[in-house]
């Protein structure tokens, strides 16, 4: 089982953020939809190790994000919306590298790892240049290609398209969906995008309402914000 939730809930300050979740998911792409402040976000940081639980039990990909953080890490990458919070490095090849500083791999083996990755998202042109300098779609081409480097057994991806335009926005996506050896857990407020994953989730006011066919949740969502 790649997910498990039972009776979950996560407080952030006084506010209960997620409410008594339970699921089971094993299936290669979900998404996850909702208004803000509807705890899809904390829900995918949850995933990620990156908040605690208040209550409940939590597996992903077999371990505890909590007890077995350093095997999550390993095992699965986060992307987030904002890709200068995933960019370390000075330069667009120092900061693919690092990526791999885990690894333990021989400099050889490493260097042809980043290199195939610059390749499959075409940024062989810039591995010289300063990465903060990069436009915004260049720099969420370079947060991916820091997260795929590493070969990640799952992807968490937190509104990846929220700050591109319409061409970035498909070259994002498009890589993201292509791979069919990671499995996809993303966030996002593109509808379109949703109904792409194999499997939708709902959030609504810190609980997962709804979960299934992406066309039929879409349609709920929908109907709840014509409420």
């Known amino acids: 089982m790649t997910i498990r939730m039972d009776l979950v ?14 699921l089971e998911l094993d299936v290669r792409t979900v998404a996850v939809i909702g208004e803000n402040g509807s705890g899809k976000s904390t829900f995918a940081r949850l995933l990620g190790g990156l908040v605690k639980r208040a209550s409940g039990a939590v597996s992903v990909l077999g371990v505890d994000p909590e007890k ?15 890709p200068d919070a ?32 610059f390749t499959r998202f075409g940024l062989s042109d810039l591995a010289g240049r300063a990465s903060h300098d990069l436009s915004g779609g260049q720099k969420q081409l370079l947060a991916l290609c820091g997260a795929f480097v590493r070969r990640p057994e799952l992807v968490i991806a937190d509104e ?64 709840l914000l014509r409420c």
């Open 9 to 22: 809930s996560v407080r952030l300050g006084d506010v209960n953020v997620l409410q008594d979740v339970s």
């Open 68 to 82: 077995q953080a350093a095997e999550l890490r390993r095992r699965a990458a986060v992307v987030f919306s904002n």
């Open 86 to 117: 995933q960019i370390i490095m000075p330069t667009v090849a120092e900061d693919v590298a690092f990526s791999l500083r885990a690894g333990r791999l021989r400099p050889s083996a490493r260097d042809e790892r980043v290199k195939a990755a």
């Open 160 to 223: 990846p398209t929220a700050s591109l335009d319409a061409r970035n926005a498909r070259r994002v996506a498009d890589h993201l969906f292509e791979d069919t050896v990671h499995r996809l857990v993303m966030v996002t407020h593109n509808l379109a995008l949703a109904q792409r994953c194999d499997v939708a989730m709902l959030f609504s006011e810190g609980r997962a309402v709804a979960l299934g066919e992406p066309v039929r949740v879409v349609s709920e969502y929908e109907a």
